[in-house]
């Protein structure tokens, strides 16, 4: 996913010499890089949360901690809505 931003802000960076006038770039390339970095960092830290959980052991396996863990259910809102943005 981090991969898939920071291709998307160089993207940005590249297209910044469109025809667009300068309050749509100002809105373009300063709004929607900051709201991509901000889905990283969400991703990332529910990432963590959620290998934290995983490696302390409390399921019996993958798959009874993908049933009825709620921070696999956070993470994959979470994880959604990044690719969603």
Do not use: Q, Y
């Not at 991969?3 to 373009?28: D, L, P, Q």
């Not at 901000?38 to 049933?67: M, P, Q, W």
Request: charged fraction near 15%; proline fraction near 1%.
């Amino acid at each position: 996913f981090t991969t898939f931003v920071i291709g998307t802000i160089h993207w940005f960076n590249v297209t910044s010499k469109a025809r667009a006038g300068a309050s749509e770039k100002k809105v373009m390339f300063t709004l929607l890089p900051l709201i991509l970095v901000f889905a990283t960092v969400a991703v990332t830290v529910c990432s963590i949360f959620e290998a934290v959980v995983l490696l302390a052991g409390h399921s019996e396996d993958i798959h009874e901690f993908r049933s009825t863990s709620k921070i696999h259910r956070i993470t994959l809102i979470v994880e959604s809505s990044g690719w969603g943005i």
